[in-house]
């Protein structure tokens, strides 16, 4: 008669529950990796559901964009942003009257980036300063000299390379104006360090014969991988590998290292 096998000696139990340890300590960093992927993926639908709505809203304005921002007017409630201005358009309808500039402001997930580290906000993607400039409300003028009002879509002769919308630094304190966990409404940071679209002409648009238009942004500020207020209007690197999820004016989504964002990208057709 064959006797019952006695339980797992300790020598087994230790084996198997190194082997579970092992197999945890490799899935972990692959699942990590998937969910992160997961996260990336949805950010560019967000980006690309943007797009979608950025078209049909210069469909309906005579082929141009929104304006970036609309500041100062002292009245609150004018003040405005691309975001605010194609909201209609995201929920499928245009729900404002022509011209009109207040309404639903950034509160859809579409302007949430999912892997966005600082927790909090309601916007965290940024637009092109010059494609949709910045207009004061206070002395009715763009605030860039020289642009008289949003980019026409058909100006663009290079669309499927030229960056729209761009995942954006994130505030952390408040320090400029902005809350904390948003971007500001325009990437200004391009070209060059500071505000660099508003005082140098020469960069403000793609010239074939300019060489420089082949070179790098790593040397010219428009990247980061870093949030804070003093970074705001960066584009933000935050997905795997560094990457920042880029719209383009032909309405493509893409992911791309610093190294692929060149100044052709980020200057438009005239």
């Known amino acids: 008669m064959r006797r019952p096998r006695a339980a797992f000696t300790l020598i087994e139990l230790l084996v198997v529950i190194s082997i579970i340890a092992l197999l945890i300590g490799i899935l972990l960093p692959a699942l990590s990796s998937a969910r ?36 100062g007017g002292g009245d609150p409630s004018l003040q405005s942003d691309w975001g605010k201005l194609i909201a209609s358009f995201v929920r499928g309808r245009r729900l404002l ?20 580290p600082v927790k909090g906000g309601s916007k965290h993607y940024t637009g092109h300063p010059v494609m949709m400039p910045r207009f004061n409300l206070g002395t009715g003028q763009p605030v860039i000299s020289g642009i008289v009002q949003p980019y026409e879509l058909h100006q663009a002769k290079r669309a499927t390379e030229t960056i729209l919308v761009a995942d ?31 005082n140098k002409p020469e960069n403000w648009f793609y010239e074939p014969a300019t060489q420089t238009d082949n070179d790098t942004g790593i040397a010219f500020g428009p990247n980061s991988n ?16 560094e990457t920042a999820n880029l719209l383009f004016l032909d309405g ?9 964002i060149l100044r052709r990208n980020i200057r438009p057709d005239r």
Request: glycine share 14%.
């Open 36 to 71: 992160e992927s997961a996260r990336s993926v949805q950010c560019l639908a967000n980006e690309r559901q943007i797009g979608i709505s950025l078209l049909a809203y210069a469909t309906d304005e005579q082929d141009s964009l929104p304006w970036g921002s609309l500041e």
């Open 97 to 116: 009257d022509k011209g009109t500039v207040t309404g639903s402001g950034n509160d859809l997930e579409i302007f949430t980036c999912p892997s966005a």
């Open 168 to 198: 954006g630094t994130q505030a952390v304190d408040g320090n400029q104006g902005i809350d904390v966990g948003d971007t500001g409404s325009l990437f200004f940071r391009v070209d060059g360090f500071g505000t660099n679209y508003l």
């Open 226 to 241: 870093l949030d804070g207020d003093g970074r705001i209007g960066m584009i933000r690197r935050r997905h795997p590998n």
């Open 252 to 260: 493509h989504v893409e992911p791309r290292q610093n190294e692929a």
